[in-house]
């Protein structure tokens, strides 16, 4: 089993709709977990860190589910501006490597 | 901050040539690590150091070297360019502190292998 699983997708998605993705990982030890967003041809970058409480910035939502070993993200009102790819990200207890998935691909459609 | 910086932005290498690429950040951060990624692929780890003189391998070492003399700087050296290396190399850096620090990306470099 993968570390970090992610759907690659893609999901194409009108704008306006609301869209969620899942993530299981396999260490129930893990500690930390982001959501990254990587635009096409550029860097990934922090979108936001998942709280065990569940945390929202905004029109993005992110979960975590201790006892399913996975963690989620939802987009709300969708905008052209969110397609990009967006990397589940987990923090092993212990380890000076954050474990990358490989991606879920957005693509919003007018 | 500049946070991390990466040079050269592009590249065009030959077969067998070799090259150094660049990667330095102003965060004082003690992790520091290379990745490359392929067109619609994931990121793959090649070296990582948790501070100046240590390194250790990722999942794709072979054909790189590192090293890290100072806590801000962390070279990735390619001995002889295979078209096989032809991808994007990020350079990333990340706090020591314990959990729940994210890892900060520089813009990438592209290299291509011909």
């Known amino acids: 089993r993968k570390e970090v699983e992610q759907d690659p997708g893609p999901f194409n998605v009108p704008e306006g709709a609301t869209v969620a993705f899942n993530c299981t990982y396999s260490n129930s030890a893990s500690q930390s977990f982001f959501w990254y967003r990587q635009d096409c041809r550029k860097e990934p970058k922090l979108l936001m860190s998942?709280?065990?409480s569940g945390n929202e910035d905004g029109r993005f939502t992110a979960q975590l589910n201790r006892a399913s070993q996975y963690i989620s993200l939802l987009i709300r009102d969708s905008k052209l501006s969110d397609s990009a790819t967006y990397l589940c990200v987990v923090d092993p207890v212990g380890n000076e490597k954050l474990t990358f998935g490989t991606g879920t691909r957005l693509t919003i459609i007018p | 901050n500049a946070g991390v910086t990466q040079t050269p932005k592009f590249r065009i290498l030959k077969i067998g040539q070799s090259m150094t690429l660049q990667c330095a950040q102003d965060m004082n951060h003690n992790y520091m690590y290379w990745y490359r990624q392929d067109p619609g692929m994931g990121l793959k780890l090649i070296y990582y150091?948790?501070?100046?003189?240590?390194?250790d391998k990722g999942e794709v070492p072979n054909g790189y070297n590192v090293s890290r003399s100072t806590t801000e700087d962390f070279p990735l050296r390619l001995e002889l360019a295979a078209p096989s290396q032809t991808s994007v190399y990020f350079c990333?850096?990340?706090?020591?502190?314990?959990?729940?620090?994210?890892?900060?990306f520089g813009p990438g470099t592209r290299l291509t292998v011909t």
């Open positions: 998942v709280y065990s």
């Open positions: 150091s948790v501070g100046a003189g240590i390194t």
């Open positions: 990333a850096s990340k706090n020591s502190g314990g959990q729940g620090y994210e890892q900060y």
